[in-house]
């Protein structure tokens, strides 16, 4: 990179504010920069946002340094729009959820609870389990991998967001089986799993949940799609139809600021 800038060592080293044979050892891989380094060496060579982000990812540190993102972009709402026969929700990179539309809001499983992350999909996965969802113990297993995932990837990116540490704080010491995965993340084989949600008549419809990551707003959206032609997708089919309401619903975000 210092070459395509068509900078020398000792030009470099000067805008840099450090010494020519330091920067010589970071090139060679003799020595680690700090966070301080990282940010020197981008300011001098006046990279853009995606190089920067690869520096710190090549050097260890998270890039982003604010709040997590949680306004709903124009690409978020035109999927709750563009698939309002299709339950989906977004959330934010701490798992809180943004937005749903009716169709999901008809599986009539998301019952509030006064909790103060009763919005949170991995609080609600890992404290406090919906009783009107329900899945196999292997599905179980990569839903909470995924989980995991993200939320350890939202808190490198996002250091100094105080609500999501307080909401890895809270989960950890609320439930074993969180803490001992974060402490030991089981690998993500896949970014979907199916679930069996029960309405309100009894009756129950076996879905499969699908992470469509909306990147640009750091956002994603899960989909639930039943197997065509099945008696699951003919029940959806009944649920949805008997919902009516917007296609964009924005719901709350515990928790603070």
């Known amino acids: 990179m210092r070459r395509v800038r068509g900078l020398r060592r000792e030009e470099l080293s000067e805008l840099a504010g450090m010494s020519a044979d330091y920067v010589r050892r970071l090139e060679q ?62 959330s934010d990179a701490a798992m809180n959820l943004v937005a749903v539309n009716s169709a999901f809001m008809a599986l009539e499983h998301w019952n509030l609870t006064g909790d103060r992350w009763e919005w949170n999909l991995a609080w609600r996965t890992f404290c406090n389990p919906f009783e009107a969802f329900k899945q196999s113990a292997a599905d179980a297993t990569q839903h909470e991998a995924v989980l995991v995932a993200r939320l350890r990837t939202s808190l490198l990116r996002y250091p100094t967001d105080t609500s999501l540490a307080a909401l890895v704080d809270d989960m950890r010491s609320q439930s074993r089986l969180f803490d001992t995965m974060w402490r030991t993340p089981r690998p993500v084989e896949a970014y979907e799993s199916s679930a069996r949600f029960t309405q309100s008549d009894g009756d129950s419809v076996t879905l499969v949940g699908n992470l469509i990551a909306i990147p640009g707003d750091d956002l994603a959206a899960v989909m639930l799609t039943a197997a065509p032609g099945s008696d699951d997708a003919a029940r959806l089919a009944e649920v949805v139809t008997a919902s009516g309401g917007p296609a964009v619903i924005k719901v709350g975000r515990p928790g603070p600021d």
């Open 29 to 90: 891989g003799r020595s680690h920069p700090s966070a301080q380094v990282v940010n020197a060496l981008a300011r001098a060579l006046r990279v853009g946002r995606a190089d920067y982000e690869r520096l710190c990812a090549l050097a260890g540190y998270a890039a982003a340094q604010g709040q997590v993102p949680t306004d709903l972009g124009p690409g978020a709402t035109r999927l709750l729009e563009r698939f309002s026969d299709t339950p989906m929700i977004v």
